[in-house]
Structure formats: C-alpha cells, structure tokens
C-alpha cells in the first residue's frame, strides 16, 4: 500500500509519496491554484500516479494540510455570519482587550470586527460563573432573533453566550432552534468549539469558526469529489494546527482548527527527522513561498500555545507555537516613502509569481535576488520543469531597487537578501532567546523552497551552531503529514486554588474528558490499542493574569508533584518563582491520541563519489568580500552518505538549493540530511 501526504501552500503545493512496503518515499511539486486548491491537489495525485504506474486502489492513506482557513481570514473572504450573544455583550467583538496593535502608531487600527454590529443580536438570558440560570432563555426571544437573521441572508451562526463554559444549556436550546428554523445553516457553538474562560477570546474564537465554515465546507466538498473522481476510495485526513490529524466530519464541526494546518506538520516532521539525527533541540526554519514560519523543539518535542492571533483575530486552541512574519521567497522588494528599501510582507505569491517565473509578474521579489547573484538556477528550477528567466529577474531588481538606490545590480540584489534575512532571525529571536533560551543549545533545521538558501547566514546571525537540511526541504510539510498521529484536544475550565479539595476536581474533569475523547476516538475509527492520552493544565499564581501549561503525568498525577513541576516551569518561562504564594488552576486539557503507521525514517543509501554528483559549475556572487566565483554545483541525490561537500558550492535538487559560502563544509549524514557545523567553519 502506499500513503500520499499533501500540503497546500500559498505559491506550490507539495506531495510526498510513501511505499509501504519498499520504506521508498518520492516527492513531487506542483504550482498551487488560489481560485480552488483542490485543482492543484488533483494535479499533483494524478501525476504521482502516472509517473509510478500506480493503481489508485493503491492509496491506502491520504493526509493534507491547507491554508484555506487561513487565507479567508486575512482576505476577509468569509462568510456572512450572525451572532446570538446574553444581552450587553455584543460590543464585547470591538472592544476586545484595549490593547493597540501598535503602541505609537496611531494610523493602525484594529482589524474590521469578523460580524457586522448589525448582525449580531442580544438575548435576555444569564448563567453565572459558577453555571447557575439567572435568567432563562425566552423561546419567543429566541425565535424573534433567529427570524432577524433569516431576513438578513445570514451564512453562518455563531453562539456565545456568557459562562456557556459552565453550562451550556442555553446555547444547546439554541442550537436546536436554529436548526428547526433555518435548516441546513451552518453552526458554530461556543460551548462546543471553547468551552473555556475568557468571554473575548472564546467569543472571537467561535466567530472565527463560524465565519470561515462555510466556504470550508465547500473546499472539503470539492476536494473529496476530486480525489473520488481519481478512484481513490479512503477519505482523507486533514492536519490540525496542534500537529494532528482528524478526519473531515471533525475539520467541518471546527475549521478554525485548521489555521495553522500545514506549518504544524512541518514542525512535527522536523522533530522527528530531526531526532532520528541526533538532534533532540531544533529552531525550525520554514521559509516558503509567502512566509516565514518559526517554531522551537526542545528535546525532540515541538512547544505548543493556547491562544494566538490569526490575521490579529484573537484564536485560542491548542497549536504548535509557530511564529509567522511576510518573507518568503516571493516576497516583495521595494522602496518605501522614506526612501528606504523593504522586503515583505507582500507577496507575489503563486500567481503572478516572481519576476523571474515569466508568468507576467514584474514585481522585483527575494526569488529574483537569488536568481540574479546565480544562488538559484538561473535557468530551470524544479528539476527542468519550471523555466526560470535571468533577464527579467535582473531588469525588476535593477529598475526597482538598484537604480532607485544607487546600487549595481549586485549589492542591490544581496541588500535584498541581507533585509530578509535581519527579518528572519528577528522571527527567531522572538520565539527563543526572549523566551529564555539559549539559541547556542540549538540546531536551526532548515527547508521549506527557500529555507536552506537562507539558513546559513540566518544561523551565524544568530549564534546557531549548526544547520539542518533534511532531503527534499521543499515537501517537508508533506512529510511531516506521513509522520503525525490522530489526535484531538479537549478542555475545561476550573479556575481554583490548587488544593486537596479542588484535586479530586480536577480528576473528575480529567475523568469526564477522557469518556467524550474515547468517543471521539471511536467516531475516528481508532482501534482501542493504538489510544492514548496526554494531560496539562494552565496554571498561575494566585493575582496572576496569564498561565503557563504544566504537563502531568496522568490521571493520577498527584497535587504535590503538580506544584513542583509548576514553579519549575513557572521559572524557567518567567525568571522566578514564589514557593510560598498560592497557586490556581484555570484550566484542565486533554489530548487525545490514534497512533497510525507513520513513514520509516530509513538509512540513505543512495549516492556515490562526490565526483560523480557534479552537474556543472556556474558563477555565483558571495558578497563584496568574495565577489562573483566559478562554483561547483552538485545534484543531491548523487552524493553518498559520509561525503564531505567543501565551499563554494551549490547543492541542487528538486524542491530545494543549499549555497555554501568559502570556507564553510557539509556532509552527508546516515539519514540523508545535510548538516553544517558552523563552528568547524569559523
């Protein structure tokens, strides 16, 4: 049997082909459709099929990432969503935490609110903190709103009702009137989609599912009938963006889930090619096409956050801690108003693309710097399948940024990339030394198209030792969907000292989550063996506003291994801790877990001499100091294990290019990943 991994990027859309039995994996790219992604999905199936001679009844598995979530969000294409809410809080949406987006810029705003004010619609109802019913829901209220709604055309309804984390009565009486009354609408509940404290983020969190709902269905709907029509009897999973899986009766219940869908499975395949290497502490270094995505492992396990925004809505659920800013490779090189040269946040993105892809692009981008200093082949990429044009690249550089700057083409070009790369170790700096830790314990684990063109310089900025560069880069993402599990988060909010009295609580919660996760886990198909369970809370010290997440043991972890466990994590995130101060639990997490056979991380054993891995050798530009010299470019799938490569070099393949500057060396390791130790370099 074979498994096919898929990730949906904003510019290329990459495969990974496993075969079961033979432990071989193939990779294949092919340019993403913004206008319907699963065009792009069926292209590249179809084409793997064809170029393995494969019968479709062969796949036996199907995982994909998307960002289709995501990219409604920021491009305010979602749907047009009601909102049923207690009464004196609809406005709840709009003021949020009155908190600026930027402190000293008072041109930036906050972002549009994701309902129209109109739209949403207050109800006379209240339930306490503790889940009491002050005052009960009124049917004909309930039915008067849900007929203004009606009137409006309403897409999608979202229900938020306060302290429905508590008690969710009232927004389930509402969902049944909602469906008897406007059938077939789609639904987004709080109490189903968050039930956790904090009334703006849960409220932003359930808007957010409600808005992106619908088209989400539609895509699903499209791609399964694609991959139907390919003969393809298994229904896909769909990554989520805690670095599972789930099916897609679950990605349509909660597509807010997906928003970080194939960032988190690169992180999860890097992790795990990164410990089979050898290294347990990575800084995960994604650069594709749109964007930069940055995460850490520590000890061969990727950190996850709570709450993060998305396109600055807030979006609280469980999520690998991926920090995400505008630069990739088709990011767009220009002059701002105060003369000084910006790279990103704009892209070109797959269509029309870099300069240098001739498909009508004429913005100068960080592709077409590469392109022309000859980083990049200047003529073909993707093994011989995308052309490239030099004379493009050189004219959107030279018109865009040398010229206006008073720079030849080569210091225009390589100020280019000297600006991405300032951005890129900024990303990294914030998800790690203003974290606590010490980026000299790391390995920067490169890909991502453009990851590893930029890794090397991104690493000695950054007092990075060692640098990681796995095969294909490129498809990593997809990879990493062969190298995930089932799994699905649940959580309850307590909020009470940790005491005797309150432990035996929080068990009962952690009991009453794992009954509605086994369900889960038998509504996924996941055979009692391969079920497992992973338990945290969020915890704070008494007159604390934000928590840290402590992992326990299991269900019969005891309080005073909590405590402990807490102020050593509490230190370690904060600088101190405060043996004698009270500590409170706000909330109680369970993750479910389906292990499925997963990809094998088998011996390279291709390659040969390095000799024979020569394709040619081009000119290529290595900064003031070196300038342009006759390099020697290798194809990757030609070198053996154990071979030591030397600078300047360039090594080819299809989804990716490492340059390594004079001085610097790499090798080959066992499991087929280029490594640089940065240190033997200096």
Not at 266 to 284: C, E, P, S
């Amino acid at each position: 049997m074979y498994r096919i991994g898929i990730d949906v990027g904003g510019t290329f859309t990459d495969f990974t082909l496993l075969d079961e039995g033979g432990a071989r994996v193939h990779f294949h790219k092919v340019a993403s459709t913004p206008a319907d992604p699963s065009a792009a999905i069926a292209q590249g199936i179809a084409d793997l099929l064809s170029a393995h001679a494969l019968s479709p009844a062969a796949i036996g598995h199907v995982g994909h990432g998307t960002t289709v979530a995501t990219n409604l969000v920021i491009e305010r294409r979602g749907a047009r969503a009601g909102l049923l809410t207690t009464r004196g809080f609809r406005d709840v949406m709009e003021i949020g935490r009155q908190v600026r987006p930027h402190l000293y810029d008072y041109s930036c705003g906050k972002p549009a609110p994701l309902i129209a004010r109109r739209h949403r619609i207050e109800l006379d109802e209240r339930i306490d903190a503790r889940g009491a019913v002050l005052r009960q829901l009124a049917t004909a209220d309930l039915e008067s709103a849900i007929g203004r709604l009606r009137e409006a055309r309403i897409e999608s309804v979202a229900v938020c009702f306060l302290h429905s984390y508590r008690n969710g009565a009232h927004e389930r009486r509402a969902r049944a009137a909602l469906e008897r009354l406007l059938p077939g609408i789609y639904l987004s509940i709080s109490s189903e989609v968050l039930p956790e404290f904090r009334e703006f983020e849960r409220l932003s969190t359930t808007a957010l599912n409600a808005v992106v709902g619908p088209q989400m269905q539609g895509y699903l709907e499209s791609f399964l009938e694609r991959v139907r029509a390919l003969g393809i009897a298994v229904e896909p999973f769909t990554i989520h963006s805690n670095g599972g899986l789930m099916s897609v009766r679950s990605v349509r219940a909660f597509p807010v889930r997906t928003c970080l869908s194939g960032p988190a499975a690169g992180v999860v395949g890097a992790a795990a090619v990164g410990k089979a290497a050898g290294f347990g502490n990575l800084v995960t270094f994604d650069v594709g096409g749109t964007s930069t995505d940055v995460s850490l492992v520590v000890g061969g396990k990727p950190l996850f956050t709570s709450l993060r925004a998305i396109a600055d809505y807030p979006v609280k659920t469980p999520m690998v801690d991926i920090h995400v800013i505008g630069a990739g490779g088709g990011s767009i090189a220009a002059i701002d108003d105060a003369g000084a040269l910006k790279v990103g946040p704009r892209s070109a993105g797959a269509a029309p693309g870099p300069a240098g892809y001739g498909r009508g692009g004429g913005a100068a981008t960080l592709t077409d710097a590469h392109i022309v200093l000859h980083r990049l082949n200047p003529a073909v990429l993707l093994g011989g399948r995308l052309p490239i044009s030099e004379a493009r690249a050189r004219d959107a550089i030279m018109e865009q940024v040398a010229r206006p700057l008073g720079l030849s083409l080569e210091e225009a070009a390589e100020g280019v990339i000297r600006i991405a790369n300032a951005n890129m170790g900024r990303a990294i700096r914030a998800v790690s030394t203003e974290r606590g830790y010490d980026l000299a314990a790391f390995a920067l684990f490169a890909y991502g198209g453009a990851g590893p063109l930029h890794a090397i310089d991104v690493a000695r900025e950054c007092g990075i030792g060692a640098v990681i560069v796995p095969q294909e880069p490129g498809t990593l993402c997809a990879r990493g969907m062969l190298l995930t599990d089932v799994s699905f988060d649940f959580v309850r909010s307590l909020i009470a000292a940790a005491t005797p009295a309150s432990w035996q609580s929080v068990r009962e919660l952690f009991a009453a989550m794992r009954a509605e996760a086994e369900q889960w886990l038998r509504q996924e198909r996941v055979p009692e063996r391969d079920r497992s369970y992973r338990c945290h809370i969020d915890a704070r010290y008494e007159g604390q506003n934000f928590e840290v997440v402590v992992a326990l043991d299991g269900l019969e972890s005891d309080l005073a291994r909590f405590l402990g466990d807490f102020a050593l994590v509490h230190q370690r995130e904060y600088g101190y801790r405060l043996d004698d101060k009270p500590v409170e639990i706000v909330n109680c997490r369970l993750q479910a877990v389906g292990a499925v056979p997963k990809a094998p991380l088998v011996e390279y054993t291709a390659g040969a001499a390095l000799a024979s891995a020569l394709t040619g050798v081009r000119h290529v530009y290595f900064g003031r100091g070196e300038g342009w010299l006759e390099t020697p470019v290798y194809a990757r799938e030609g070198i053996a294990a154990g071979e030591r490569v030397a600078g300047p070099a360039v090594i080819e393949e299809m989804s990716a290019t490492v340059v390594l500057a004079p001085g610097s060396h790499a090798v080959l390791d066992h499991q087929g990943n280029i490594v640089l130790d940065l240190r033997e370099c200096e």
